[in-house]
């Protein structure tokens, strides 16, 4: 029995996001279904997070017991020839048999993208449209008020299923080129829609309806109400996973 970790990347447009539950069809049951056609038995998979609904993944890692001695390239092969083209194995390398793809894991890039301009079907199943794109130092002004070790309890939604909602920010940052732009944050964890709520906090400070001073009063009073909505999720990628 050998343990692997696969590194996959996914458009989550049509999924419920990574676990399985049953009221949808998730990233983490096509997986394991195309796993059980390869390997002819079923074979459970343990991932590094979840993602929500409609959420992607330039680089999502799971780990899984392998009992076949199976070469690490036709491994990958054989399972991209079953998955559908929406989900795609990029790495498979053999680990310590005591490795969790979720407990091992030191943090975790997140990007949100904005385009500005008209609708663009190209785009939009990626990133949020935007009339304007926001400002780049009024935004950046609100990341650098987010970096640090905080309590992020208002930057989450009622829906998290964790006690402990003290988590670590080591970069935050936004930039544009051109009519897009994008939104990264780094941490060593993430809270139930916090990167959602940082981006539409952004965008109201962007437009004033907020000052950038709600970040210290959340972080304070850990109250929802005084940052900004929640964003759709299709602008949302897991972009990196440290280990």
Same mark, same amino acid.
């Given at each position: 029995?050998?343990? /692997?970790?696969?590194? &996959?990347?996914y458009?989550?447009?049509? @999924?419920?996001g990574?676990?399985?539950?049953?009221?949808?069809i998730?990233?983490?049951?096509?997986?394991?279904?195309?796993?059980?056609?390869?390997l002819?038995?079923?074979?459970?998979?343990?991932?590094?997070? *979840?993602?929500?609904?409609?959420?992607?993944?330039?680089?999502?890692c $799971?780990? /899984?017991d392998?009992?076949?001695?199976?070469?690490?390239?036709?491994?990958?092969?054989?399972?991209?020839? &079953?998955l559908?083209d929406?989900?795609?194995?990029k790495?498979?390398?053999?680990?310590?048999?005591?490795?969790?793809?979720?407990?091992d894991?030191?943090?975790?890039?997140?990007? @949100?993208?904005?385009?500005?301009?008209?609708?663009?079907?190209?785009?939009?199943?990626?990133?949020?449209r935007?009339?304007?794109?926001?400002?780049?130092?009024? =935004?950046?002004e609100?990341?650098?008020?987010l &970096?640090?070790?905080?309590? !992020?309890?208002?930057?989450?939604?009622?829906? *998290?299923t964790?006690?402990?909602?003290? *988590?670590t =920010?080591?970069?935050?940052? !936004?930039?544009a080129?051109?009519?897009?732009? !994008?939104?990264? &944050?780094?941490?060593?964890?993430?809270? !139930?829609?916090?990167?959602?709520?940082? =981006?539409?906090?952004?965008?109201d400070?962007d437009?004033?309806?907020?000052?950038?001073?709600?970040?210290?009063?959340?972080?304070?009073?850990?109250?929802?109400?005084? $940052?900004?909505?929640?964003?759709?999720?299709?602008?949302?990628v897991?972009?990196?996973?440290? @280990?």
């Amino acid at each position: 029995m050998k343990r /692997l970790l696969l590194t &996959i990347s996914y458009d989550g447009t049509d @999924y419920h996001g990574w676990q399985i539950q049953p009221n949808g069809i998730t990233v983490q049951q096509v997986f394991e279904d195309s796993l059980q056609k390869m390997l002819g038995r079923k074979t459970a998979v343990s991932g590094c997070s *979840r993602t929500d609904a409609g959420v992607h993944a330039r680089e999502f890692c $799971l780990h /899984l017991d392998c009992e076949e001695n199976i070469p690490e390239k036709a491994f990958i092969a054989g399972l991209n020839s &079953i998955l559908p083209d929406s989900i795609a194995v990029k790495s498979c390398v053999e680990v310590s048999g005591d490795f969790h793809a979720r407990f091992d894991c030191k943090g975790k890039t997140y990007v @949100y993208n904005f385009y500005e301009g008209l609708t663009d079907p190209f785009l939009s199943r990626f990133a949020l449209r935007l009339d304007k794109l926001p400002d780049k130092n009024r =935004v950046n002004e609100f990341c650098d008020a987010l &970096i640090g070790t905080h309590d !992020y309890i208002a930057f989450s939604s009622s829906g *998290r299923t964790v006690e402990n909602t003290v *988590r670590t =920010v080591t970069d935050c940052s !936004y930039c544009a080129e051109g009519n897009r732009g !994008y939104f990264s &944050i780094t941490a060593n964890g993430f809270l !139930y829609n916090m990167v959602r709520i940082a =981006v539409g906090t952004a965008l109201d400070i962007d437009s004033g309806r907020i000052g950038v001073d709600c970040v210290e009063k959340a972080f304070s009073s850990g109250n929802r109400e005084i $940052l900004g909505k929640t964003v759709k999720p299709q602008g949302l990628v897991l972009e990196k996973v440290f @280990y």
